[in-house]
């Protein structure tokens, strides 16, 4: 800085002058979890993919946090396996809406992590959580960012049963939260259920052509008789 004549600069202190050290803190963010049932279909058929089960938004007021997992429970109904199957679920998926549509499109959306539960369970009593941990972690900022959870439907899933799940508490989500960060989960929506999708059976159509010829001589072997057809309504048996 400079200044006129005829005043001076008189300094109290040799130069040069240095300020102290500030450190930077992380701003404690609370996240908003918003979550939406309406992408869920009524039903979905045995062996199919990629079923949206539930799409749910996360915001910070202010800056970032990270977001590295999640715990989520199967909940269920049926007619025999009262509390449905883990059985019915072969992989549990979380996607980002990479192309902000809100719809999942899986081959645009990113996969960040995926899940299982625990199997066998012939009846459907085994335990119903499990933690996705993803791929590496998601950073959550004011914006907003949006997610689908998603099932693959096994093919020899019992049908006619009901499956969807429930995230039951802020410290289900995992990331920079206390303890391990400064951000924290609000307690909005939560506990939340989503809608339970029923399993449709898969028809397969089996048909047969007969090859068998008019006659055969004696000590004739591998002789054939029928060609069978087998061919399932939708995915694969």
Do not use: C
């Amino acid at each position: 800085f400079a200044v006129l004549t005829p005043k001076l600069v008189s300094l109290a202190n040799v130069p040069p002058l240095n300020t102290k050290t500030a450190g930077i803190l992380e701003y404690p963010d609370s996240v908003l979890f918003t979550p939406d049932d309406s992408i869920a279909p009524t039903s979905a058929t045995q062996g199919d993919q990629d079923v949206p089960i539930l799409k749910f938004t996360l915001k910070t007021p202010v800056s970032f946090a990270r977001f590295s997992s999640l715990k989520v429970a199967r909940t269920g109904q049926g007619s025999i396996q009262t509390q449905g199957s883990n059985d019915d679920i072969a992989l549990v998926k979380i996607y980002r809406d990479a192309n902000f549509n809100g719809i999942l499109d899986p081959a645009v959306d990113v996969l960040i992590g995926t899940g299982t539960f625990v199997q066998p369970d012939p009846n459907g009593t085994g335990a119903k959580t499990t933690v996705i941990n993803f791929f590496k972690a998601e950073t959550v900022n004011p914006s907003g960012s949006t997610y689908f959870i998603a099932y693959d439907i096994a093919t020899q899933a019992t049908s006619n049963n009901s499956d969807g799940l429930t995230i039951q508490d802020p410290g289900w989500f995992s990331g920079s939260f206390v303890p391990a960060g400064v951000d924290t989960m609000r307690p909005d929506n939560l506990p939340h259920d989503s809608r339970e999708v029923t399993i449709s059976p898969l028809f397969v159509r089996v048909s047969g052509t007969s090859l068998a010829a008019g006659s055969v001589l004696q000590g004739t072997t591998n002789f054939p008789l029928l060609a069978i057809r087998v061919q399932p309504s939708i995915n694969q048996v």
